[in-house]
């Protein structure tokens, strides 16, 4: 009777931590873009997501008036926490002209797809208009959880737990 009082006591600890812990920081969504040339950079900070992403992958189109910006977590060895990260791509080769760039992304606290919507301007200095993503980076998780000491604290002891 005493192992299942404390095997269960560790399952709802480990099922419970991870958004006790998330609710200790802040995490709101900002997306900005700013244009260099012929180029867009797009980066996403505050961006809530698994706290062992493999990368992340932007699915580009570019039609008339519109660019569309799809922000997609690959995760191959997922762990059984979120945190917060910011995120950032490069769009080159964008053919001249006045946009609207929809960003999209899932929101893992309201479990839906938002959109954050920006008027950019690409110049013309001779770009082929043949887009594509040429990077994407993301930075480690950062947040404050209450267990770590590290200055600024992150998700790195949670995320050592599930590992």
Known sequence: MIRSSVLLAACLLFAVL?????AQFDCSDSVFAYVDGGSIRVVHM????NCCPTRFDYDVTVEEEQIT?????ILENPCYCICCMDLATAIE???PGE???DFHWYEYETYEWR??????SVPDVGQMGDYFVAWSNHSDCYGTTGISDEDPPTWGMIK????
């Open 160 to 163: 050592e737990m599930y590992r």
């Open 46 to 49: 505050g961006a809530l997501y």
């Open 18 to 22: 991870p958004s006790a812990a998330q």
């Open 115 to 120: 959109v954050w919507y920006l008027d950019v």
């Open 99 to 101: 946009y609207v760039l």
């Open 69 to 73: 910006v799809v922000e997609v977590e």
């Open 93 to 95: 080769d964008v053919p």
